[in-house]
């Protein structure tokens, strides 16, 4: 079980809005930015959002983040087929002393 | 533009000691960005980070992986290593380097295999 709870699968239609939660605690999510990542099959995570509601150099801002107390969001809006991957949420965690990740959500485009 | 690019055997056996090293290109290990982590992906699975290490040799583990795990940094030749000893199959798994504690920047991840 991830520290950081993720919604194991989401979906939507090409120009919908789709929201990806990612729940924490206390002592990772509301004391400490959050990056959000982007994994196509086969290849390597790359980053998406940092602190919470920045976005990384390069994404476009149908991409955007969020955070409320313990949670951090990532809403993807005007979905496309290229957005098909898997999205993993990350944040430092005080009293394990590291990185904690979510367990990742898949995100289909029907 | 910074790369980095992990290396190592692609397969280790049970008991054995895992060793890979991630190159930097295009930007120095020692420049604004103080620390390069390790994190691993078993397959059909989630992230899982092992660690961090700053330019100075200072490290973090992941708890579940520090009695088995040292990190090591080479300014000279601009690497990092992660060592994993006493592995078993459930060590099978992508590991990939990155650029910061929670990266900026990853490596493309090489893949080991544990099995005799």
């Known amino acids: 079980q991830s520290v950081l709870t993720q919604p194991p699968s989401a979906s939507g239609t090409p120009g919908q809005r789709v929201t990806i939660s990612c729940s924490g605690s206390?002592?990772?999510?509301?004391?400490?930015?959050v990056n959000w990542y982007q994994q196509l099959p086969g290849t390597a995570p790359e980053l998406l959002m940092y602190s919470y509601d920045q976005r990384a150099s390069g994404v476009p801002d149908r991409f955007s983040g969020s955070k409320s107390g313990t949670s951090a969001s990532l809403a993807i809006s005007g979905l496309q087929s290229g957005d098909e991957a898997d999205y993993y949420c990350?944040?430092?965690?005080?009293?394990?002393?590291?990185?904690?990740f979510g367990g990742g959500t898949k995100l289909t485009v029907l | 533009q910074v790369q980095l690019q992990e290396s190592g055997p692609g397969l280790v056996k049970p008991s054995q000691t895992l060793s890979l090293t991630c190159t930097v290109s295009g930007d120095s290990i020692s420049g604004a960005v103080d620390y390069w982590s390790w994190i691993r992906q078993p397959a059909g699975t989630g992230l899982e980070w092992i660690g961090r290490i700053h330019i100075s040799g200072n490290t973090n583990y992941n708890p579940s992986l520090k009695s088995r795990v040292t990190m090591s940094v080479d300014t000279s030749k601009n690497q990092i290593s992660l060592k994993l000893r006493s592995v078993t199959a459930a060590d099978t798994a992508v590991y990939y380097c990155?650029?910061?504690?929670?990266?900026?920047?990853w490596g493309k991840g090489t893949t080991v295999i544990v099995s005799s």
């Open positions: 990155g650029r910061g504690t929670a990266p900026d920047v």
């Open positions: 990350a944040t430092w965690d005080d009293s394990l002393d590291g990185v904690v």
């Open positions: 206390s002592v990772n999510i509301e004391r400490n930015g």
